[in-house]
């Protein structure tokens, strides 16, 4: 049985926890040109190992080598004399264990000794690196063959190193834990004493490199402590709200509540005379909110004073163009229009009007779910610092090379002239896929001599994020004469920030779009225009779409008098080509569904009586490339108090690359996907956040977390897929139909602390 507690020290929530706020610099270590080299292709999945060759500083570098002397074996890889590897991870570390994932790919192809390898962040250099961004569990797919490429390279330039001065056919040497072994002469050198000798050998063909099967691996797949645990848990400087620099200031900035007003004035000469204020001024920025709105930059010795002087900020707003969005009226709006279909169809597949009048039985429901904020433990923050023409920043960002355009486009520079440091992020959950805070101090720095460092507080936080959006949904199911899925009607009201597309992550989601196998089916779409950002929110659409799918199917289930896992099977194996994916590099499978759900169902114990009030739910989804069945289980009491007696989470994500980390992720995401189910919700009123802190926005207390929580994985060949994600979306589903297993009362509305639910200690 898995405690949650027991592997708590790997997820967000707790490393996120031990920030403070400490006087070191935590840059991470920057490889100078000498140690990067001409690119062997350098995309997604390309070999970007990069040997450099032709530098004769380097070879005379590596000619005087003494011991402790690093040689580059490749852009992610360097070896010293004393067989220290170091390995550089070239995504940023948000708390999902990429930093130690990627080390452990590389090092299984390397055959290098675990115990001696060193994890540092490489710094942002696309060219070098490829895609440099964390978000949507895409981490590990896109760099799975170029990390293990750089491996194997790196390994086969080591072996024929030792073939040359051995005088022996490199086939017959064998690599273990950073040494070298040649049986028939009994030779063997370690990785250490031949990298001199390596770098000097010609860059391995892709092609031709042998990459390990899954019964080769040696590291992939087993448990390990995340690299950086020891640093984060005796509070060490690594995130970016912990960056100091030699003479640095520090800024606050302050936009408009309702999103889109602009500066028309502030008390300049008011905010200027505050104790430790050095400057205040107005920027108008870009305008544009995933890069620098307008707002007003205050600049203090420290940051205490720049945050008291933040709060007698008087500023004229001009909100002729700001947000007057309303909550409220959007879910008022929604119920009136829900039962009147959009005159043109997204999909219509079948015949669904004739399978209706021909259903047995038929069922409609209402479902809604509402908008929310990321509320990552580390609020915004940039240390930026304008000096000889460049503009060097300490960003804690989830897609730096993504925001490279934006943030040059901020400072007025071009973006060979922005250079970024990679530090450690204190929770990101794709809050940090934009990057407006960065943006914000490469606008302020233009107006600052020496670095400047731009904190956020945690309203700022709340009042400036961008939500997840909320979404209603109208569903009609049909029931054929045996009890299956006939037909599925669903219209879905959601928003447009342009009149034309739905906003950030307002879409019915792909994933959706295919795993409902209806043979009649027909969707529509009604956007609300909304002002208010949205983007991506942990399991992108998903992470609510997939409770009202899943609990309406639960209510057809029970329509039908089945099983309800015995409908869910059917369902989603029902040959109905039209919702293949049309993306043949989706790799979703009605069989690895099956598998999950069967498993889960197994594990959770299906089918058992339950004592009275209590009850077991079961959902499952397809989100970020990854299968995934949860069940929940549970009692509810006379006053609504719901005790979770255990979540049972069955995944098929490829194979596993960190067994640790990957069960702390599943129960990571779980515990979050339950958090959010019954407690969290933005409010919306002209245009103005209303829950600006956590008192108002009560995410889940260590005393409520569930205690039980059991991951299990069906491992196979396929390609992996990230952790952060796939165990999120399902939860809320398994919880509402475990509720109403336990109650007979159907939960169709989130959050549960709306309908009167709390849990119960």
């Not at 090092?107 to 710094?123: G, T």
């Not at 950073?178 to 031949?194: D, F, M, N, Q």
Request: glycine share 8%; hydrophobic share 40%.
């Amino acid at each position: 049985m898995a405690n949650i507690q027991s592997n708590f020290a790997q997820s967000d929530a707790y490393l996120s926890a031990l920030i403070r706020e400490v006087h070191a610099t935590p840059v991470a270590p920057v490889i100078g040109r000498r140690g990067f080299f001409k690119l062997a292709g350098a995309g997604a999945a390309g070999l970007v190992l990069g040997f450099q060759l032709g530098d004769a500083a380097f070879a005379a570098e590596n000619d005087a080598a003494a011991d402790g002397a690093i040689q580059t074996m490749n852009a992610f890889i360097r070896v010293a004399s004393n067989n220290t590897i170091t390995i550089y991870s070239k995504c940023p570390e948000i708390g999902q264990g990429i930093k130690t994932s990627f080390g452990v790919i590389i090092a299984d192809e390397l055959d290098a000794d675990w115990n001696h390898v060193v994890m540092e962040q490489a710094d942002i250099n696309p060219k070098v690196y490829g895609s440099q961004g964390a978000g949507g569990s895409t981490s590990i797919p896109r760099a799975w063959d170029q990390l293990r490429q750089a491996g194997a390279g790196a390994k086969a330039m080591l072996i024929a190193a030792a073939a040359k001065q051995w005088e022996v056919d490199p086939r017959q040497i064998t690599a273990r834990d950073s040494v070298l072994t040649h049986a028939a002469s009994g030779k063997s050198a370690t990785y250490g004493s031949l990298a001199a000798e390596a770098a000097k050998m010609p860059v391995p063909d892709a092609k031709g490199l042998k990459l390990k099967t899954r019964a080769e691996y040696r590291l992939i797949g087993k448990g390990f402590h995340g690299v950086d645990d020891p640093k984060v848990v005796t509070g060490q400087p690594l995130f970016g709200i912990d960056v100091q620099r030699p003479g640095m200031v520090y800024a606050t900035y302050t936009k408009c509540p309702a999103a889109g007003g602009k500066v028309r004035s502030f008390n300049v000469d008011e905010i200027k005379a505050e104790r430790g204020v050095i400057d205040a001024f107005a920027l108008t920025g870009t305008g544009l909110m995933a890069e620098a709105m307008p707002g007003v930059a205050i600049i203090a010795k420290d940051t205490w004073s720049a945050f008291q002087a933040q709060k007698k900020l008087k500023v004229d707003w001009d909100l002729s163009e700001a947000s007057q969005d309303s909550t409220s009226r959007f879910s008022e709006e929604a119920k009136k229009i829900a039962m009147s279909f959009p005159q043109k169809a997204d999909e219509n597949i079948g015949d669904v009007d004739k399978a209706f009048a021909a259903a047995a039985k038929t069922v409609e429901a209402y479902y809604e779910y509402p908008f929310a904020a990321h509320a990552p433990l580390e609020p915004m923050n940039t240390t930026a610092h304008w000096h000889d023409g460049i503009v060097e920043m300490w960003v804690p960002t989830q897609q730096p090379d993504r925001g490279l355009p934006s943030i040059a486009k901020a400072a007025g520079l071009p973006e060979d002239k922005i250079v970024l440091h990679q530090t450690r992020v204190g929770g990101g959950f794709g809050r940090r896929l934009v990057n407006d805070y960065a943006c914000e101090a490469a606008a302020i720095s233009r107006k600052v001599d020496g670095p400047v460092k731009l904190q956020w507080t945690r309203e700022d936080d709340f009042a400036h994020d961008f939500y997840r959006p909320a979404g209603y949904h109208q569903f009609k199911g049909a029931i054929d004469g045996n009890g299956r899925l006939d037909a599925w009607r669903e219209h879905f009201i959601t928003f447009t920030a342009d009149g034309k597309k739905e906003a950030s992550g307002a879409n019915l989601t792909d994933n959706i779009k295919f795993s409902i196998k209806a043979p009649n089916l027909r969707r529509g779409t009604t956007m609300f225009p909304l002002r208010i950002p949205t983007g991506a929110w942990r399991a992108p659409g998903d992470n609510a779409q997939v409770f009202a799918e899943q609990c309406f199917m639960h209510e057809m289930s029970s329509v039908a008098g089945r099983d309800h896992v015995e409908f869910l099977l059917e369902a989603v194996n029902r040959d109905v080509p039209e919702l293949a994916p049309k993306d043949k590099s989706v790799n979703f499978s009605p069989k690895r569904v099956s598998d999950v759900i069967k498993m889960c169902a197994d594990k959770a114990g299906w089918g058992k009586t339950a004592p009275k009030g209590s009850g077991l739910g079961l959902a499952w989804c397809y989100s970020h490339a990854g299968h995934v069945a949860q069940a929940v289980e549970l009692s509810v009491d006379a006053n609504k108090r719901i005790k979770i007696e255990r979540i049972v989470v069955v995944l098929d994500v490829g194979p596993i690359i960190d067994m640790t980390g990957s069960q702390a992720q599943a129960q990571g995401a779980s515990t979050d996907a339950l958090s959010t189910a019954m407690g969290l919700k933005i409010n919306i009123e002209n245009g103005r956040i209303k829950e600006l802190n956590y008192n108002a926005y009560p995410v889940l207390r260590m005393p409520f977390a569930p205690m039980t929580i059991d991951a299990y994985f069906i491992q196979s060949d396929n390609p992996p897929t990230g952790m952060g994600e796939p165990a999120f979306p399902a939860l809320a589903a398994a919880l509402g139909n475990a509720i109403f297993a336990a109650t007979g009362e159907r939960v169709r509305r989130l959050p549960l602390r709306d309908l009167g639910y709390s849990l119960a200690i």
